[in-house]
């Protein structure tokens, strides 16, 4: 019943690793979203996609590719993981990108060694 | 570059208080939203307000906006121990396609039994 849901829910790998982190949604929404939270709490969007198609790439390095295969799922690769990279990783979905209240995943905890 | 900025970074109260939340943004913006986020949990929506309101109301929940000083606050009544989170304000300040919501820091709200 879970609205939004991603997995895993922890990832451990190491440096120069490649991983993937998978979302699904079934609210019926046509907009999905990957965040990137530091050890700060700072939540940044990284990537939006509308009906399969990407219309936010906020500036984040080619390493990392989302992936949305239909409207209900948006997955993210991430290449030869870094440091850099560890953090927790929000999916979340919208109605649609102009009625954007946002249903927030659970959140994945990468650490990369 | 971040938009909302939360003040203060930490609040600490007695249940059965009131805990109000601040929050400053720069620009013009459509609508600001209020999240909640229980430890090790994803964001939770609480509220909308559109910038052609003043003040809003959910529950035990007060939202007012200044567009104005560009500031909102949170003003949560009577609070209570399952109120211990951190709130985060977002601002939607997009146009076209490029609909986003830009996260503050958050304040870290601990109500004590």
């Known amino acids: 019943d879970t609205a939004v849901s991603q997995t895993p829910k922890y990832l451990v790998t190491q440096m120069g690793n490649d991983k993937s982190i998978k979302c699904e949604q079934n609210?019926?929404?046509?907009?999905m979203y990957w965040y990137k939270q530091d050890s700060k709490k700072f939540l940044k969007i990284m990537f939006s996609?509308?009906?399969?198609?990407?219309?936010i790439n906020e500036t984040v390095p080619n390493r990392f590719s989302p992936k949305s295969p239909d409207k209900a799922h948006l997955n993210l690769h991430i290449n030869s993981l870094e440091l850099g990279d560890s953090a927790v990783y929000f999916c979340?979905?919208?109605?649609?990108?102009?009625?954007?209240?946002?249903?927030f995943g659970a959140g994945t905890r990468l650490s990369v060694l | 570059s971040q938009q909302g900025e939360e003040d203060p970074q930490a609040l600490s109260i007695q249940e059965g208080e009131n805990a109000t939340m601040n929050c400053s943004y720069k620009?013009?913006?459509?609508?600001l939203q209020w999240y909640r986020q229980n430890s090790g949990r994803g964001l939770v929506h609480l509220i909308l307000?559109?910038?052609?309101?003043r003040e809003k109301h959910s529950g035990r929940l007060r939202v007012t906006l200044d567009t104005s000083k560009k500031s909102s606050s949170l003003l949560i009544t009577a609070s209570r121990a399952a109120d211990t989170a951190s709130y985060f304000c977002?601002?939607?300040?997009?146009?076209?396609?490029?609909?986003?919501?830009?996260f503050g820091k958050g304040t870290l709200l601990t109500v004590n039994p």
């Open positions: 979340a979905s919208s109605q649609s990108y102009r009625y954007n209240i946002q249903y």
């Open positions: 609210l019926g929404h046509d907009t």
């Open positions: 996609y509308n009906n399969k198609e990407l219309i």
């Open positions: 620009t013009s913006i459509n609508n």
């Open positions: 307000i559109r910038s052609n309101e």
């Open positions: 977002a601002t939607d300040a997009g146009g076209g396609s490029n609909y986003k919501l830009t």
